[in-house]
C-alpha cells in the first residue's frame, strides 16, 4: 500500500498543466491574479464551470466510482477552495462532493485504481486512463496548500 501523503513533511514539486488536459496534473494554484482571471474566463466557455461557482477547476476528468456492488462513470472536479465534486456527466447532475480535511489521504493502488480516505468513508476510483498518481499528486499538492494557508481542520 502506497499513501502519497506520507512524507508531506517534504516539499513537493509544482506540476501543472491546463485542466483540460486528462492526461495531466492540472492546474496550479500558485497563480498571479491576472492569470487566474484569464483562466476564469477561458474557464467561462466549459460545460463544467457551472459546477465551480466562480472558482478554478484545477483538474477534471471521467473516473469510475465504486461503491459496493455499483460502479458508476463519473466526471470529477478537483476546484479551489478546496472542493472535489463529482457529477453524472449524461444529466450533468451534481451527484456529490467528497468532504475535505486534514484527514483527508489518498492511495494509489494500481496505475489506473486509486482510494480516497476521509472519516467514515474510502471512495474507490479508476481512472481509464491510466493517471492515478496524477489524479493522487494534485488531491495532496491542493490539501497541503490550503493546510499552510490554514483552511483545512
Same mark, same amino acid.
Given at each position: 500500500?502506497?499513501?502519497?501523503?506520507?512524507?508531506?513533511?517534504?516539499?513537493?514539486?509544482?506540476?501543472?498543466?491546463?485542466?483540460?488536459?486528462?492526461?495531466?496534473?492540472? =492546474?496550479?494554484?500558485?497563480? !498571479?491574479?491576472?492569470?487566474?482571471?484569464?483562466?476564469?474566463?477561458?474557464?467561462?466557455? !466549459?460545460?463544467?464551470?457551472?459546477?465551480?461557482?466562480?472558482?478554478?477547476?484545477?483538474?477534471?476528468?471521467?473516473?469510475?466510482?465504486?461503491?459496493?456492488? !455499483? =460502479?458508476?462513470?463519473?466526471?470529477?472536479?478537483?476546484?479551489?477552495?478546496?472542493?472535489?465534486?463529482?457529477?453524472?456527466? !449524461?444529466?450533468?447532475?451534481?451527484?456529490?462532493?467528497?468532504?475535505?480535511?486534514?484527514?483527508?489521504?489518498?492511495?494509489?493502488?494500481?496505475?489506473?485504481?486509486? =482510494?480516497?480516505?476521509?472519516?467514515?468513508?474510502?471512495?474507490?476510483?479508476?481512472?481509464?486512463?491510466?493517471?492515478?498518481?496524477?489524479?493522487?499528486?494534485?488531491?495532496?499538492?491542493?490539501?497541503?496548500?490550503?493546510?499552510?494557508?490554514?483552511?483545512?481542520?
Amino acid at each position: 500500500m502506497r499513501r502519497i501523503s506520507q512524507g508531506m513533511d517534504k516539499p513537493m514539486r509544482l506540476q501543472c498543466s491546463d485542466p483540460d488536459d486528462v492526461e495531466g496534473y492540472g =492546474l496550479s494554484l500558485n497563480l !498571479s491574479e491576472e492569470e487566474k482571471q484569464r483562466r476564469l474566463t477561458k474557464q467561462a466557455d !466549459s460545460q463544467w464551470n457551472k459546477f465551480a461557482n466562480g472558482r478554478l477547476i484545477l483538474k477534471h476528468g471521467e473516473l469510475d466510482k465504486k461503491r459496493g456492488l !455499483s =460502479l458508476k462513470v463519473r466526471h470529477f472536479l478537483l476546484i479551489e477552495g478546496p472542493r472535489i465534486v463529482y457529477a453524472d456527466p !449524461s444529466s450533468m447532475e451534481i451527484k456529490g462532493e467528497i468532504p475535505w480535511s486534514k484527514e483527508l489521504v489518498t492511495e494509489v493502488k494500481t496505475f489506473k485504481v486509486f =482510494l480516497i480516505h476521509v472519516p467514515g468513508r474510502t471512495y474507490h476510483l479508476t481512472d481509464k486512463r491510466g493517471n492515478a498518481i496524477k489524479w493522487c499528486r494534485k488531491i495532496e499538492e491542493v490539501k497541503q496548500f490550503y493546510i499552510e494557508q490554514s483552511v483545512l481542520r
